[in-house]
T-cell receptor, first 114, second 114 residues
Framework: DAGITQSPRHKVTETGTPVTLRCHQT?????MYWYRQDPGHGLRLIHY???????DKGEVSDGYSVSRSKTEDFLLTLESATSSQTSVYFC?????????????FGPGTRLLVL | AQSVAQPEDQVNVAEGNPLTVKCTYS??????LFWYVQYPNRGLQFLLK??????LVKGSYGFEAEFNKSQTSFHLKKPSALVSDSALYFC????????????FGGGTRLMVKP
């Protein structure tokens, strides 16, 4: 999985609690992404980062925030988890931007919000 | 806006037979097309991409894909399927002015039976 780890790999939480997912890379890539995977929807982009402290919103950013204080770490926070945020979350990285770039994915975090 | 469709939720094929997983796309400019594979409880693995040039793109594990501009398609193919090819396959597209936004199809489950 391309030098990418995600933690935790599985989490069960309750509605209304904050949750933080971590993505860590050892590739020194500039770009990092958070996606969620839901049946029938493929993967949808939540937020992405194009450098330390530089982030932007994706297609489904409502209810999520991100932070990147170091090149290797990209954190995804659910401020107050809801059942609709039950999903599998994937982090991806790439070394350059532009339309030709290939993104490489981590192993995923399975989140269940009760 | 860019979009991609995978018209088949599942494709069944016998081992040794050729396989095709279909993908069609919609973009306003030139498309950049990708195929990924996901094995159970794993992240997405990059298979191949089309940027420009030859319409037949060869990728990992014996897979290839054919870009057809007139039909706006990018079907994934393999001459002889293996049981180990059974997995979930995702097509993705990015258009030239989309920045880093990669749009995924809903996925196609490939089942190869002995």
């Amino acid at each position: 999985d391309a030098g990418i780890t995600q933690s935790p790999r599985h989490k069960v939480t309750e509605t209304g609690t904050p949750v933080t997912l971590r993505c860590h890379q050892t590739e020194n890539h500039r770009y990092m992404y958070w996606y969620r995977q839901d049946p029938g929807h493929g993967l949808r982009l939540i937020h992405y980062s194009y450098g330390v402290k530089d982030t932007d919103k994706g297609e489904v950013s409502d209810g999520y925030s991100v932070s990147r204080s170091k090149t290797e770490d990209f954190l995804l926070t659910l401020e107050s988890a809801t059942s609709s945020q039950t999903s599998v979350y994937f982090c991806a990285i790439s070394d350059r931007g532009g339309p030709e770039e290939t993104q490489y994915f981590g192993p995923g975090t399975r989140l269940l919000v009760l | 806006a860019q979009s991609v469709a995978q018209p088949e939720d599942q494709v069944n094929v016998a081992e040794g037979n050729p396989l095709t997983v279909k993908c069609t796309y919609s973009v306003s400019g030139n498309p950049y097309l990708f195929w990924y594979v996901q094995y159970p409880n794993r992240g997405l693995q990059f298979l191949l991409k089309y940027i420009t040039g030859d319409n037949l793109v060869k990728g990992s594990y014996g897979f290839e894909a054919e870009f057809n501009k007139s039909q706006t398609s990018f079907h994934l193919k393999k001459p002889s399927a293996l049981v180990s090819d059974s997995a979930l396959y995702f097509c993705a597209v990015r258009e030239n002015n989309a920045g880093n936004m990669l749009t995924f199809g809903g996925g196609t489950r490939l089942m190869v039976k002995p």
